[in-house]
């Protein structure tokens, strides 16, 4: 039986990871055992092992592994804390879940990663668009049924309404950035232009992004604007597919036939729509396997440093 924990009983983690470990362990009986949760506010914990099955509650995170025996922990941290809170418990060996992004900026993404490598850390990173349904099965066809037709491009685009904070890009839209670098592999170079809008930290941020492979990404980022999207439309060589990540919907066209149409079911929660239940169940069987975390530190730098590229506006070289 693995045991798992939480750090954090916040809005995200309650919205998200809750219940897409409450779904996981509905889904496989026997299989994981939600032991503890742990929140500066007792209430807030208590509140979150009622609704979600958790064993215990604690408000110290030394005193809950310690006295737990953890297989697993799912550290759920605002941005300013992550790299103090993950650079302490990377030292301890249990495989553990970093909050996205890993760090307030690449430097402590990089320190981060010099700890996982010195300790030889078992970890993933939060970066669930990576597991969101439709993105899945995208790669999943494109490696079935196109192995020897890579992805040429892809636009992508995230539009929100009424986000003003100034590090949406490397906070938010990372997501957007990590799930296009999932299907083009490598980047090498960003450009963006930024323009400005009535929220003095908000700009709709148009991006292009080369990839290693040869592929290319162009990406529109609009965090004040009307709607709610977050679309991904990948072509290769006689197919296109266009995977809706908010909608959870995918179809796929080969040679002018459509060969794919999938939704997910209508009753489907966020933390299915958004890949989390999918997330901590690759961490889970990661766990299980012994190995096989993704994905890590690595991957969320160069994540990030491709964030910072976009967010920076103008043209830049990505260096892992």
Known sequence: MIRIGVLGAGNHSTGMHGPALQA?????????????VCDLDAAKAQAYADKFGFGKTYRD???????????????VTPIVLTEQIAGALLPRGIPLVIEKPPGADSQATRRLLAIAEQTGAPHT????????????RAREWMAQAAPDR???VVLGRMLRHNR???NFVTGTAIHLIDAI???LGTPTEACSEKLPTAAPAAFLTQARIAFASGGRAQCI???VVGTLEETYEIHGQDYTIQADALNCTLRIWDRKEEVVSWSAPPDADDAYRSGTVGEMAAFIGAIAAGGGFN??????LVSLLTSEAVAAGGRHEIAV
């Open 24 to 36: 996981y362990v509905a889904e496989h009986p026997g299989e994981a055992e939600l032991a503890a």
């Open 61 to 75: 995170v030394d005193r809950m592994l310690d006295e737990e025996r953890l297989d697993g922990l799912v550290a």
């Open 125 to 136: 990173v939060s970066l669930n668009r990576r597991f969101n349904p439709a993105i899945a």
């Open 150 to 152: 890579p992805p040429q």
């Open 164 to 166: 003003t904070e100034e």
């Open 181 to 183: 670098i999932s299907i």
């Open 221 to 223: 980022i609009s965090p």
């Open 295 to 300: 994905p890590d530190l690595r991957d969320g």
